[in-house]
């Protein structure tokens, strides 16, 4: 197994992600499926790894309480354990000090090693650095008393989202977790990302390093290029290596979902081959083709003219992104705009078309975002419905 240094930790640079539990159908319900996982976690352990990630609304709420229980077999010295706190969830009110103690609890644990703030992007960040709430001073607090030895964050914002909430933080955050793979690098901004956090001094957590799966089952034309350079290697494997040439990058999670997976996963890290030159050219022609995208240069010409006052360029972004992969968390930045800002708001009219030099049918992508967000549901339903859950949670316990 491949370790990095990580702020002073030797942690496996495979790290296991505690969203996608295996999971079992148990009536109408859909459970985790505890004896597959709890072999899981044990093979990964007996292989090395020694990076687990969790999340206040994993689950349903459960993930955090699965992996504190199957973990505790082992010496707590002998693994880092990550957790978040969910100040991205819409509530009417945010007290950190009562989550950070059922996490406490949930997990059996008198402290986390990593601790993140959950989703920093432009619709949290004012929630995060709100002062009615004290959620950094609180954790930043938790962090002098030990109960925390890392404090980070996890981010699915722009680039610009990233250097502000940096800024305003002043120092205060150790290392960060965004979205990084080979198709991401130039469809999300990844690098622009990467080398802000480099210049800021603040190592990588890498999350959908496969993009939900996307980058491990690939057309059949793509994986059988891959085989003629590696036969017998996955189409994962080959994502998992490309990010091997960034060093900022000290952990790597993968949401493993059945043994399958792990073995993989745990072969790949053990070898740790980086990329051939002609690999990663393969895999940047694989990034463009897997692409559905208008071809915008964010000139903003459009933008000067439009009646609605619509940020074009962004919101074409967003459309790229999710021809590509329908994602809840490139959705919900458009949920959170004001309805007069949303793609929905667009007349028609068509002058962005008659100015923009890549001559492109703007309105009809307007249209067609509305649509793929007709078929991604609401973050703002969902967000309240972890939250529900967690104050049953709260409230039975206290029975």
Not at 231 to 248: E, I, Q, T
Request: proline letters at 5%; a negative charge.
């Amino acid at each position: 197994m491949k370790y990095t240094d990580f702020l002073g930790e030797r942690v496996s640079l495979l790290g296991f992600g505690a969203m996608r539990f295996p999971t079992v159908k148990v009536g109408d319900k859909t459970e985790v499926d505890l004896p597959l996982t709890e072999k899981m976690i044990d093979l990964a352990v007996e292989s090395g790894v020694n990076y687990f990630d969790t999340a206040y609304p994993y689950h349903r709420g459960e993930s955090e309480r699965i992996i504190g229980k199957l973990l505790s077999k082992y010496p707590r010295e002998s693994y880092h354990l990550a957790t978040k706190y969910p100040g991205h969830q819409l509530m009417d009110s945010y007290d950190p000090g009562e989550i950070f103690e059922e996490q406490l609890s949930k997990c059996g644990v008198d402290y986390f090693d990593f601790y993140l703030l959950h989703n920093v992007y432009e619709n949290s960040m004012d929630t995060y650095l709100d002062k009615r709430w004290g959620i950094i001073d609180y954790f930043l607090e938790e962090k002098r008393r030990g109960r925390i030895r890392h404090l980070g964050f996890s981010s699915h914002g722009t680039p610009e989202n990233l250097r502000e909430f940096l800024e305003r933080t002043g120092g205060a955050m150790e290392f960060c977790q965004i979205q990084y793979n080979y198709l991401d690098d130039s469809l999300q901004r990844a690098d622009e990302k990467c080398k802000i956090l480099d210049e800021y001094g603040i190592p990588i957590i890498v999350m959908e390093p496969v993009r939900g799966g996307k980058l491990a089952t690939l057309p059949d034309p793509c994986t059988e290029k891959l085989s003629q350079l590696r036969p017998g290697a996955s189409a994962a494997s080959f994502a998992f290596r490309w990010l091997f040439h960034n060093p900022s990058v000290k952990v790597v999670l993968s949401g493993m979902s059945n043994m399958e997976q792990l073995v993989d996963n745990i072969r790949t890290f053990t070898e740790y081959v980086q990329l051939s030159a002609e690999e990663r050219e393969l895999l940047g022609i694989i990034a463009e083709q897997l692409k559905c995208s208008v071809p915008c240069t964010a000139c903003r010409y459009c933008t000067d003219g439009c009646p609605a006052g619509l940020d074009i360029p962004s919101l074409i972004e967003i459309y790229n992104d999710l021809a590509c992969a329908k994602s809840l968390n490139t959705a919900m930045r458009v949920e959170f705009l004001p309805d007069d800002k949303k793609p929905s708001a667009c007349i028609s009219c068509g002058k962005c078309t008659e100015i923009c030099p890549q001559r492109i049918a703007i309105p009809k992508v307007m249209s067609k975002l509305c649509n793929i967000l007709t078929t991604i549901p609401s973050w703002r339903d969902i967000s309240r419905e972890r939250e529900e859950d967690a104050a049953r949670m709260r409230e039975a316990n206290k029975h």
